[in-house]
């Protein structure tokens, strides 16, 4: 038997995975605050950064619905929050008026 160590086991790819979801944390919410103080501050549209944002989200979401991973219970949530989402945009289009 070789003296070899093992390079990738399960706790590796656990820290790993971890370490991606809090780069992907700071990333997405990095973006939002630019976008946000650059529209409060500047005047300035930018849905190019928020759709970055967007995209990656669904990106991730459909890889994990492929590998029919997502619950009944995030399905429930993704719904609230796309409600909530929707109402507030109408209230801030109101608003605008």
Known sequence: MKNQSILHDERTVTVENASYRLGYIVLSYGLMFVVAFRAFFYGESN???????ILTGLATTAYQGFHQIL???????????????AVVAIGITVLRK
Do not use: E, G, H, Q
Request: charged fraction near 15%.
């Open 47 to 53: 849905w190019d950064l928020m759709a970055l944002v």
């Open 71 to 85: 619950s009944k219970r995030w399905v429930y949530l993704f719904a609230i929050t796309a409600v909530i989402a």
